[in-house]
């Protein structure tokens, strides 16, 4: 990945004072800030930036469409492309519905811009990282291959799965683990870089999500098993191999 493509960020905010903060922020830390002030300008913006950007952060509440019809969107066009939604309702209900949609992260406004920059270093570090060593750069199961250099997910049709770079690391961390129950602290923690407040219900919204692109019945799981009142584990058999 070339510098300019994992460093450039194109924002959507109708706050013009925010959006200005926010790029002055960031460029700071060798950020290139592209800026959108509604879905418009951010779907021009879009197209225009399309092959250099590495991530997109979306204000949910925008004067000519909303954050979730652009999540769809981007998400449509560019199926592995990080996002981060801003929401200003207290309300979980729209962070679930964006989680839902493919967002890879939210935060909620007002925010820190330290926060931002920690969840966009984590988002960037995460898709950046090698397997370095003799580690295998497969995993395989129930007829899936995992490839942590690519970070691709091919089924067993040989078609390539459709993840988010969050659905790509908790599958990832769960293959790794397979067998092991994985407390949900932990799982959000090492693939969000944060702790799990006690009404969060986010990671359960991505691995329901992660369920649905493997085929996992969410009744009946036959990869993916949740551990109640602890966690999940994969439950299937994983064999590493560099072939």
Partial sequence: MNLARKRTILAVDDDQKTRQLLKLYL?????????????????????????????????????????????QMVRQ????????????????????VGLELGADDYIGKPYNPR????????????AGQAEGGAAARYLRFAGFRLDRLERTVTGPDGQALALTAMDFDLLRLLAEHAGEVMERAR???????????PA???????????????????????????????????????LASHD
């Fill in 77 to 96: 066009r560019a199926p592995t492309l990080p996002i981060i939604m801003l929401t200003a309702s207290a309300d979980d209900t729209e962070r679930i």
């Fill in 187 to 197: 799982l959000m923690e090492q693939t969000r870089g944060r702790d799990l407040g």
């Fill in 115 to 126: 926060e931002l920059l920690a969840r966009i270093k984590a988002i960037h570090r995460r």
């Fill in 27 to 71: 460029e700071k830390h060798q950020y290139v800030v592209q800026l959108a002030a509604d879905g418009a300008s951010f779907r021009s913006g879009f197209e225009r930036y399309r092959d250099e950007l590495s991530l997109v952060i979306l204000d949910v509440m925008l004067p000519d469409t909303d954050g979730f019809a652009l999540c």
């Fill in 200 to 238: 969060d219900r986010s990671l359960d919204v991505q691995v329901s999500r992660l369920r649905q692109r493997l085929g996992d019945d969410g009744k009946q799981p036959a990869l993916i098993k949740t551990v109640r009142s602890s966690g999940y584990v994969f439950s299937v058999e994983v």
